[in-house]
């Protein structure tokens, strides 16, 4: 089993977005949920991040996406300053996909419809968007699910839609909020599986928030979060490593 030590990160690693002193309170500063949080994502990362119910893990997440603004320090992308909401739109359409607990698919939609959706907007024509459908139900393992609804599908089946859709535009980044929330042990274990290969086969940067220790022991990375700060950022040490 892979040890775990403390994060160390080289200047050369490649840091795909990153958080400086940032802040986030509501109700004129009477609720402080992020109090001061610098933290990187670097290409290739496989990132958990845990902590107890409002801790801040949410809030993170939606800084980290520009879904909302730090009140205070700056958010970069791609080694850039991101402020305001239409280069934070164009960001997310184009280079990060959502997953989240409750899928948010659209039933009266069929499955190859609702991966279709995120295409629409991208200027994607309607045989290369077919194109990528098919392909994105083959690699999920949903090739005879396209023309049904998402309500003819298991849980397991719907979170495996809902990861189609994160990887129509196929994203640079992935975030998922509470990813297995509402699935059995079984379907969660096997959609960890799908995530950490798009992780390793597929060069894409994956950031989880979750309360399942399984999941976050999956994880190369756990950050945990207390009271809005980063109390712990582990990096687990590969077999290789632990032995020189």
Not at 28 to 37: C, H, K, T
Not at 141 to 147: K, Q, T
């Amino acid at each position: 089993m892979p040890s775990v030590t403390a994060r160390t990160e080289s200047p050369s690693m490649s840091h795909l977005v990153e958080l400086r002193h940032c802040r986030r309170v509501y109700d004129n500063g009477r609720i402080i949920a992020l109090d001061d949080v610098s933290f990187s994502v670097s290409r290739g990362d496989f990132i958990a991040v845990t902590g107890p119910s409002g801790s801040g893990k949410s809030t993170l997440l939606d800084v980290l996406c520009g879904l909302e603004e730090p009140s205070d320090g700056e958010v970069l992308f791609d080694g850039e300053v991101v402020r305001g909401r239409s280069d934070w739109a164009r960001i997310r359409s184009e280079r990060i996909g959502f997953i989240f607990q409750s899928f948010y698919l659209i039933p009266s939609l069929t499955v190859a419809e609702n991966i279709e959706l995120a295409m629409l907007w991208q200027g994607v024509s309607a045989r290369v968007r077919r194109e990528r459908v098919t392909e994105l139900l083959e690699r999920l393992g949903l090739g005879a699910r396209g023309r049904q609804h998402p309500l003819q599908l298991s849980g397991g089946e719907r979170q495996r839609v809902a990861i189609a859709r994160a990887l129509a535009n196929r994203p640079e980044l992935i975030v998922a909020d509470e990813p297995t929330g509402s699935l059995d042990s079984r379907s969660s274990a096997d959609i960890i599986d799908l995530l950490e290969d798009l992780q390793r086969n597929a060069a894409i940067t994956v950031v989880i928030v979750t309360h399942d220790r399984m999941i976050a022991d999956r994880c190369d990375r756990r950050v945990e979060l207390v009271d809005g700060r980063i109390v712990s950022d582990l990096r687990r040490q590969s077999a290789s490593e632990a032995t020189t």
